[in-house]
């Protein structure tokens, strides 16, 4: 499968989906993790990555607002 055809195949699932009726996460947290990066504070980022996770936040989400991959994030802080 060529690039174009997952993006067509991805753009038809998001068609699909009913915004009434699929859960969306907030951006509480990931918007903390900013926060929390921008003070350079250690503890407090280590904090709100915890509180992030155990709300069901994705690594993922983490590193995204870290500005690194799930994976990485996962690896520094899980």
Same mark, same amino acid.
């Given at each position: 499968?060529?690039?174009?055809?997952?993006?067509?195949?991805? /753009?038809?699932? =998001?068609?699909?989906?009913?915004? $009434?009726?699929?859960?969306?996460? +907030?951006?509480?947290?990931?918007?903390?993790? #900013?926060?929390?990066?921008?003070?350079?504070?250690?503890?407090?980022?280590?904090? /709100?990555?915890? =509180?992030?996770?155990?709300?069901? $936040?994705?690594?993922?989400?983490? +590193?995204?607002a870290?500005?690194?991959?799930? #994976?990485?994030?996962?690896?520094?802080?899980?």
């Open positions: 499968m060529n690039e174009a055809e997952e993006l067509a195949l991805a /753009e038809a699932w =998001l068609d699909q989906l009913d915004p $009434d009726t699929v859960e969306g996460r +907030g951006t509480e947290h990931f918007h903390r993790i #900013r926060q929390a990066v921008r003070s350079g504070d250690r503890d407090r980022l280590t904090r /709100e990555i915890s =509180l992030a996770r155990e709300a069901g $936040d994705s690594w993922a989400m983490v +590193g995204c870290l500005g690194i991959s799930g #994976r990485a994030a996962q690896s520094q802080f899980g």
